[in-house]
C-alpha cells in the first residue's frame, strides 16, 4: 500500500498497521457489497439514523466494500480509524472490532449520529466525518470537505 493518498502521506506505523489490516481482509469472508449495503441500512434504522445517509456513507467511502483500508489505516466499508472506532465503541458502550462487518457498520453509523447531535447543522456533521468536527469547528470547512459534504448530499439523494 502506498504511504500517501490524496496529498497526505502517513507515517510508516500507520501504514504498516494499514497493510496488516488490508491482509486479514482479504484472508476472511466479507458480506458482497448488496450484502453490505443491506446492513448499512439495516444499522442505521436500528439506531435512528436517516438510512438514506448511511448509504451515502457507505458509498462514499467504500462503494460498500468492507476489505477497503486507506493508507491512513481507515477501515471497512464506514472507512473507520482505530481511534475513532475506540469512540465508536464508547458511544456503544461495547468494543467494536472494525474488521467485522457489522461492527464496522455500528461504528460508522454511530459515529454519524453522535455528529448529527453535536453538530449545527447537518452539513457540519457531514463535514466532521471526513475532516473532524474540532478541525472544521476550529478552521471551518476546506475546499476538499466542501466537496465531500456535496457528494454526500448528492449519493444521500440516490438512496431515497
Known amino acids: 500500500m502506498p504511504s500517501s493518498f490524496l496529498g497526505f502521506t502517513y507515517p510508516a506505523a500507520v501504514v504498516s498497521s494499514a497493510n496488516e489490516n488490508k491482509a486479514l481482509l482479504n484472508a476472511s469472508p466479507v458480506p458482497s457489497r448488496a450484502e453490505m449495503r443491506a446492513i448499512v441500512a439495516d444499522t442505521a434504522r436500528q439506531m435512528g439514523v436517516d438510512p438514506t445517509l448511511a448509504l451515502a456513507f457507505a458509498h462514499q467511502e467504500s462503494g460498500f466494500n468492507q476489505r477497503a483500508v486507506s493508507p491512513a489505516n481507515a477501515i471497512g466499508t464506514m472507512q473507520v480509524i482505530p481511534s475513532s472506532g475506540q469512540w465508536a465503541s464508547d458511544l456503544v458502550g461495547r468494543k467494536l472490532n472494525l474488521l467485522d462487518p457489522y461492527d464496522n457498520a455500528t461504528a460508522g453509523v454511530a459515529i454519524i449520529k453522535r455528529l448529527i447531535a453535536t453538530s449545527k447543522d447537518l452539513d457540519t456533521a457531514i463535514a466532521g466525518y471526513y475532516q473532524g468536527q474540532y478541525s472544521v469547528s476550529k478552521y471551518g470547512m476546506y475546499d ?10 448528492a449519493h444521500q439523494k440516490n438512496f431515497g
Open 144 to 153: 476538499d470537505t466542501k466537496a465531500y459534504v456535496a457528494a454526500i448530499k
